[in-house]
Every structure is written in C-alpha cells, then in structure tokens.
C-alpha cells in the first residue's frame, strides 16, 4: 500500500530512485497528498512550526501533525503586509504561505514559542488569519535547572487539554505510548539512513537525505515509516550490487545552524563533492535523535527528550553547551570543517555565532559562514565561496 | 526650547555616584551583577550585590550617537547589523579598543530575565561565555491574555533557584526582611514615578515623554533604594511649582500624542523639536510606564512574578491594542505615533496591523514610522520627516 498511489508498488523492489522522487514531489507541493490522507483517515490536520512541538500528543489525540517546513519560498511577500522584511524568512514564508491560502487544509497550528519572532507572529497571525484551533506552546526556554522539568511537564498538560478539547478525544497514557514507539521508530529509521548517507553519499546524497527528513514531517509517521523503510532496503540492495571499485574520498563537514535552507544549499554540496556527516540543524540531526522512553510516565518521556535534545541557539543549558556538542560532533566523525548556515534575521543564531567560530578556531577546525534565506535563488556568491572552502579543506586533507 | 529643570544636575549627581559605586564594587568585594531591565532587582539589591544594567550602556551609547562605532567592533568579530542596537553597544564594547562612553563594567555574574526579549536571553549569555562567568536565565512565558497558576509558579521557583544560588555564591544567608525592605522602596518610587507621568495628562503638562526620557535612570537602576526616592520627590516638587507658574512642558500646547515604546536616543532632540515646533506633546508611552510596579509585601515572590511576566511586551496582540488604547483614553491623546524599531522585534512586530485596529476604534489619526533607536544608520530623515509633516497636518485639520 502506498498513500502517494505510486503505480506497482508491492511488486519488485522499486529503486531508491523512484521512492526519493516520491518524496520530493510530495515536498514541492504537499497540499494533495495531505488533503487525500486526511480525507481517507478522517482526521484532522494540525500544523506546528519546526521543530519543538510534541507531535506524539498532536497524534495521539488522533489528529495528523503536519510540519509547517519551508517549501513554497515564493509566498514570502505574502506576509509583508503584516511583518516587517526584518522577520526571519522561515517566519514569513510560513505566514505568507497561510495568507495565500497555501496551508486551507490545516485546521489547527501550534507554534512553539521558541524567540521574539515566533511568539509574535502567533499573536498576529491568529488575529490577521486564524484556525480553527491554534495554540502557542510555551516551551521552557532555560533547560537545565528542576522549574524546568516542572513547568514543561504542567505545559504539556495544558496542550494535551487543549487537543482533547479539539479532537473531542481522550488521550490515554496507552495512546501516547502508542505514538511514541511510532515516532521512535521513525527516527530510528531516518538515523539508519542518514548512517547510510554518510557510508555511501553517491547513492544517497545530501539534498536527498535531509530531503528525506524533511519529508518526515509533513506525512504521517505511519506513511514515512514504510517509506523509509523501502528506501532503505532499495539502498542496501543497490550498494550490494554497487562494484566496490575506489570511489573518490569526499570532504567531511558539518552544518550548524537552523535549517538547511535553501535546498539548492545542498545540491552546491553535492556537487563540490561534499558529505555532511552530521548536524545540529532542527530539521536535521536535532530532529532525528533523541528517543522517548517507551515506558513509564510518557508525559515524563516526553520531557525529558525535549531538556536533553541536541543544544540549539534558543534554549540555555549548560548541560548541554552548543560549543562542546559541535566539537564533540566534529571529533566522531572526523569531520574536516564546519560550515555555519544561518538565516538572515534570525537572531538566536548569530549570537552564538562568534563563540562556536572561536572555539572550532583554538581546536584547529576550519568553518565557514553563510547567510541564506528559504525560498531565495541568488547562490551564485554562495556557491563560488562553498566551492573555495571545499577545495581547501580538499587540499589539506 | 522649555525651561531646563533644576533637577537635571541632582539626576547627573545620582547617576554619577551609581556608576562610581559600580567602578569601587571589585575593590570593596561586592560583586557586580548584570541584570536587565526588566528584572527582579530587588532580590539582588537585598543580597547585597551591586546590580549593573548593560542596556543602560547601550542607551547611552546610543543618545551620544557612538553605536556605529561600537557595532563596528561588534560586527568585526561577526554579529550582524541585525542585531539589537544595545547589545551591539555591549558586545562591541568588550571586544573595542576605544571606549567613547566608559568601559562597560565587567560583571562577576550575568542575570537576565526574558521577559522583555530573546536579544537579552542571547546577549547574556554569550557575555556569560566572553567574561567567563556564570550565566542564570529567568525565563518567562509568554502570556498571551491573563496569566495562569503554571506560569506564576514557574517564576516564583526560578526566583527561588535564583536566590540559592546567590547563597552559595556569596556564603550568605538571604534575608528576606531585607527583601520587604527594599520592595517598600521600589513600590515608593514607583508610585511617585507613576504621579510625575501623570502629570502629562494636563493641559498645559509641565512634562512630558521626552523628559521622562531624561528622568527615567533612577527608576530603572536605582528602584529599591532610598536615592530614587528622594532624587523622584524632589523631582514631583518641582512639577508642582512648575505646575503652579504655569510652565509647560511645550509652549503653546495644542496636541497631546501617544508615542508607542522607544525613543529614538540620537534624535531625542531631533524629535522633541520637531514636536514642539507643532504644538505637539508627547504624553504617555508604554515605555516610561513599564516602570509603575506596586508590590503586594504579604506575598512578595508572588507579586515580583507577576510584575515580571506580565509587562506588555511578554503579552499577546488584544492585551496590548487594548493597553495602548486605554493610555490613549487616560492622556485624552489627538493622535498617536507607533515605533517600528528594528532593533526590537517584540516591541515592533505586529504593529502595522495595530495602527489600523487602533485608528478604527478610536478614530484618532496614527503612523507607524521605520528607523533604529540606536543606529542611524536605519534613519531616513527626509523620509521620516515628510511621514510626519502629513501626521502634524492630519492634527491641524482636526483641531
Ligand atoms: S529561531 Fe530563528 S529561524 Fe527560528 S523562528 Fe526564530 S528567528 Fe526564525
Ligand atoms: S531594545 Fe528590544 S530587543 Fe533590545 S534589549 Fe530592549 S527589549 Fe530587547
């Protein structure tokens, strides 16, 4: 069975290929696949920013999260009327998306409330184009002291009342659970192929393994985990097949920031002969570790996968400082430099910005910087200086 | 211009004996602590510790127009002119050779309160990594219509982290009759700063934004201790005599305008001319009223939590349209200015929505204009001033 009703599926192995291509559609316009799911499941969609909402509660009240990643850059201007050209363009192409209509089949939208831009734009888009349901989830935002763990639990509590009220459905402890082995399962999925991606980058390249786990998040977990699982047997079976002739060493990096956005990012990767062997990107690695206890209080699993995620710029926690988990994440993989993608106007970043740089800099690894914006096609400038610093890091290797 | 106030060299005095006692704290073994503006002070101020305010640094910074200088060490180590003015000021200034306002005192601990924005969650912290010294967090929600049982207890058990953690940074007890002591104070000058804004609501006001601009150190830094008191009774004296001789704030008022958040530090003058020339007072703006705290002692954790999280700027569109609209109707305003400030998401996203929510339901005329409160480099004076020409005619027309 397939969702995406692609045609001889079940009967020999479709390639890796063909899956991939699925899922790419999908991302360049999800508006069909999502409206055919919900209408076969009847269920109700429910839409987050990436990517600190609990979706195993969204799901376990029997709705379908719906990952509001940027795909449809060209609604950025969308949102002009409402937001001043200094917002990050995640924000505006999410917003502009929403005004232009592109987002009709969601019914609800949780924005966790992770920086200024976030925590305002809830209250503007809710005033200017509301859902149905729409909720701020308000994360904790220092990690690392007991308030925390209290205030996230009570927090949750909050939101589950909230989605109970909406889907007119009681979440049992069962539930939950339920949703959590399935979310585990997805993620156990995605790192096996992100460990394949980094094995074999000719068969599974970058802009196709973080487009694979981009399209996590806007299909439902019970669809991606087949899907990821076909393409991971079409993988294993191509490299099986593959001569194991001497394929070309690539240039290690990884990429610190928000998201690796534009997607173009990556194909200029791909082709500077590049592999990214690891991340701290909310839509990347950030977003495919750390697993939920599938037993015990879940509402307690929930929380302590959300204070013990890979660090990122918007939450303090000195247990789990940004600057060591990159060097950390540089020294098992070996990685040969670090490239820095970050969004314009996003702040939380470029703070941490000139610290990461100087610890990578006293440890002797290279990095370079570079400014983007979703939906933005000039790369020219940042292809010439990703092409450079790969060569360098080439060289020195 | 208006008649200068006699109290202009008192705040000077105060200012200076705050920022001496800021430069002797190290010799005198009292540890310096950054804190933000909106911030329980009165928790370090009862522990004995000096409390230094970075954004303070910034404003100054900023009035003596230097933040292009200061931003460019900034930008040079890699933050980008995006960034929160004050925090460029502050980060620029660590990482500068020349110090055009004074070194920014280097702190022993780095306390910040989200409240206002994530820009001093972030500056902080990073500070917190440059200086290599402790970093604490206060974080607070965001309340988007009333505040909830969840939120209060959160805060009142960061507070209660937070003073266990002074404990065992200073090997001292905390006193709480201290605390109550130096809420008494705080909720004395709030409330005499509160009656010297008021004043503006009167016509002619003998004060106005532009002044509380100019007057508004003490209750920022110095709430809690006996010097504000006194430095602001003195001040609502004066106000009475000026109020008595018929001084007002500018001559030959006509208009009273509601002026939304920041000034702009290196055009205050610029601005507060600009108005005088139309008869226009500025009266009331959400800023200079973010310092009207009343502490409830019986229960002083509880009111600190409350005052903390529920400024304006941690609060959800209606609350704040509403807010606006009720300083509006308290100040009798003709019409009102919003500040689209690019150093300030918070303050300023949403505002363009705002303005017409606003002007449809009091019908008054409003703008909202683009520029920095810090950097000029965002300020388009002859943009600027041709949106305000048709802002003062929409007045005159009325009138
Ligand atoms: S964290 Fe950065 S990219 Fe994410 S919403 Fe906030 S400003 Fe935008
Ligand atoms: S001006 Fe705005 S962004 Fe800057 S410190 Fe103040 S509240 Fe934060």
Known sequence: MTVLGSPGAGKAMPNSKKILGELQSVLSDPAPAVKRIAAEKIVRVVGHLPTDVPEELVHAAGAYPFGVVAYDGGQINRANAHLQMWAC???????????????????????????????????????????????AFLLPRQLDRPSAKNYLLGEMGRLKARLEQFTDRKITAADLQNSIRLYNRNRALLRRLYDFHVRCPDLLGNRAVYDVIKSSLILPKEEHNLLADRLLGALEQEAGKQKSGKAKTRVRVILSGKLGEPPALLDILDEAGAVCVGDDLCTGYRYITGDAAENGDPYVALAERQLTRVAAACFTNKKQDRPDFLLRKV??????????????????????????????????????????????????????????FIEMLDAAN | MATPFRN?????????????????????????????????????????????????????????????????????????ADLCGYARCGLGDAYAKEHPVGEIVRPDLVFSCNTQCGSLQKWFEEAGRFYRVPYFLLD?????????????????????????????????????????????????????????????????????????????????????????????????????????????????????????????????????????????????????????????????????AETYTEQFVNRGFDYRVQLKIDMMKKYKVDGFVLFSNRSCKPTSFGLYDKQKIISERTGLPGIVFEADMADQRYFTEEQIRWKFSIFFEQLQKRA
């Not at chain 2, 105060?14 to 329980?40: C, H, L, N, S």
């Not at chain 2, 609502?236 to 006509?254: G, T």
């Open chain 1, 89 to 135: 363009s995640l924000i505006r192409c999410a917003f502009g998306m929403a005004l232009a209509g592109k987002l009709d089949f969601l019914q609800g939208l949780i924005v966790p409330t992770i920086c200024d831009t976030t925590r305002t734009v809830y209250t503007i888009w809710k005033k200017v184009r509301p859902f149905n349901f729409m909720e």
């Open chain 1, 331 to 388: 020294r098992e993989t070996g990685a040969n430099g670090v490239i820095f993608v970050h969004l314009k106007f996003c702040e939380p970043e470029n703070y941490d910005y000139p610290f990461l740089e100087e610890t990578l800099n006293a440890a002797g690894i290279p990095s370079l910087r570079v400014e983007t914006e979703v939906g933005s096609e000039s790369l020219g400038q940042i292809r010439t200086r990703i092409g450079a």
């Open chain 2, 8 to 80: 202009a060299g008192r705040l000077k005095e105060i200012m200076a004996d705050y920022y001496a006692q800021g430069a002797q704290a190290k010799e005198r073994g009292v540890p310096v602590v950054w804190v933000t503006a909106v911030f329980p002070v009165e928790i370090v101020y009862a522990a004995g510790l000096f409390p230094y305010y970075p954004e303070n640094f910034g404003a100054l910074a900023a009035a003596r127009k230097v933040t292009e200088k200061l931003s460019a060490a900034a930008e040079a180590r890699g933050y980008y």
């Open chain 2, 140 to 304: 607070a929600p965001f309340i988007e219509g009333a505040s909830t049982t969840l939120i209060k207890r959160y805060f009142v058990e960061q507070m209660e982290e937070m003073i266990d953690f002074i404990e065992v940074y200073t090997g001292r007890q905390f006193d709480f009759d201290r605390l109550l002591e130096v809420l008494a104070l705080a909720n004395e000058a709030c409330r005499l700063w509160n009656e010297i804004l008021e004043t503006a609501a009167l016509t002619p006001a003998p004060f106005g934004f532009f002044d509380a601009c100019f007057h508004m150190a003490p209750i920022v830094t110095l709430r809690g201790t006996p010097a504000a008191v006194a430095y602001y009774r003195e001040l609502k004296k004066e106000l009475e005599e000026r109020i008595e001789k018929k001084i007002s704030a500018v001559p030959n008022e006509r208009f009273k305008i509601y002026w939304d958040h920041l000034p702009v530090w290196p055009r205050l003058r610029w601005f507060a001319e600009l108005f005088a020339e139309n008869g226009a007072l500025v009266a009331v703006s959400q800023y200079t009223h973010s310092w009207t705290h009343r502490f409830d002692l019986e229960r002083p954790l509880e009111s600190m």
